[in-house]
């Protein structure tokens, strides 16, 4: 069964930086191609940044949207089988949960999220 356990939300303010991670089981997040969304309140969830599978040769590629290309990172530790968003200079615009999944998603693998506040 696979299961994506998202942490490392909270609160901030403008300016201010956090680091989610997602912990996955049941799944080698280094053969999928895995990605970040995000869902602000009164809003459809929107693809954040995708990393793709890796290889002996390559840690893949990374993509962001442009409103936070240049703030966020996507990365990936192997070893742990987790995936992480680091978040740099947060506007209230990222405020929302934050989720992980497949790129694309699958509907069975959408976790509880973690919660992103930015206070301006």
């Known amino acids: 069964q696979v299961r994506l356990v998202e942490s490392g939300g909270g609160l901030v303010q403008t300016g201010g930086s956090l680091r989610l991670s997602c912990a996955a089981s049941?799944?080698?997040?280094?053969?999928?191609?895995m990605a970040w969304y995000r869902q602000a309140p009164g809003k459809q969830r929107e693809l954040v940044a995708v990393i793709t599978s890796g290889s002996i040769t390559s840690a893949g590629t990374t993509n962001y949207i442009p409103s936070v290309k240049g703030r966020f990172t996507i990365s990936r530790d192997n070893a742990k089988n987790t995936v992480y968003l680091q978040m740099n200079s947060l506007r209230p615009e990222d405020t929302g949960v934050y989720y992980c999944?497949?790129?694309?998603?699958?509907?069975?693998?959408w976790g509880q999220g973690t919660q992103v506040t930015v206070s301006s």
């Open positions: 049941g799944i080698m997040l280094r053969i999928n191609d």
């Open positions: 999944n497949l790129d694309p998603p699958l509907a069975q693998f």
